[in-house]
């Protein structure tokens, strides 16, 4: 499967709708400078409710309404890796202060071999799932508008069918957690998690407390990675 396509046309497609909704189909204005590494960052997106759409709908139409049309969303996985990648790094510098031993580079998946980019971008992929379905909103109607879109995007059979059944599942944080084959995929997964939820909502924080608990996230971890997707993302 090629996880990673499909992953970066969601991220994008998702930001491109909020954009255009939040600027009444103008040119999108980005709050980010073009040589900063988070340049594809999406800033404040006004305008009030967003619209419908299946990539809006996975993608954080739900936060976004709740937090009176302010969001912001990944350019791409590589937007995602450099915060991830900050984080842990900002983590491992404080646990060496500490007594601990030199941390080798953090393999966030804007830094790993090519070989290794899809088991990241998947469990990336189902985390991101995951939080769509934390505040138990999308219904069977939002979920065949999802494959639809979906099936637009890409023609990989077998991709196609990893998506829907992940859809179809019931939420499980340990389910979801068990795709966290490194600590650096764990905390691309919290992250990717954060941006999807409105942490404002009991079920959804519950939901991400819960993640973090089968992430088996260290508490200092969690704390920087909320930190940087404040400072960053939000």
Not at 34 to 55: D, F, I
């Amino acid at each position: 499967m090629n996880t990673r396509s499909l992953l970066d046309q969601l991220l994008h497609a998702g930001k491109d709708m909020l954009q255009n909704q939040g600027n009444g189909g103008n040119q999108p204005q980005s709050r980010a400078g073009g040589s900063s590494p988070l340049g594809g960052l999406l800033g404040s997106v006004g305008g009030g409710a967003l619209g419908g759409g299946a990539m809006s709908l996975l993608m954080g139409s739900k936060k976004a309404r709740k937090m009176g049309g302010k969001v912001a969303m990944y350019g791409g996985l590589a937007a995602l890796g450099v915060v991830a990648y900050k984080a842990y790094s900002n983590w491992q510098t404080h646990n060496q202060i500490q007594g601990g031993a030199s941390p080798g580079q953090p393999q966030t998946i804007d830094r790993v071999p090519p070989a290794q980019i899809e088991q990241h971008s998947q469990a990336i992929l189902r985390a991101v799932i995951g939080a769509a379905k934390a505040d138990g909103h999308i219904d069977d109607r939002e979920r065949v508008l999802i494959d639809g879109e979906v099936e637009r995007i890409t023609d990989d059979s077998e991709l196609k069918r990893w998506f829907d059944q992940e859809l179809a599942k019931p939420l499980d944080p340990a389910d979801v957690a068990r795709s966290a084959a490194t600590p650096e995929i764990a905390a691309e997964m919290y992250l990717a998690s954060l941006v999807m939820v409105d942490d404002q909502n009991y079920m959804e924080r519950a939901y991400l407390d819960e993640l973090a608990r089968q992430l088996k996230l260290d508490p200092a971890l969690k704390t920087e990675l909320e930190t940087q997707a404040a400072s960053n993302l939000g």
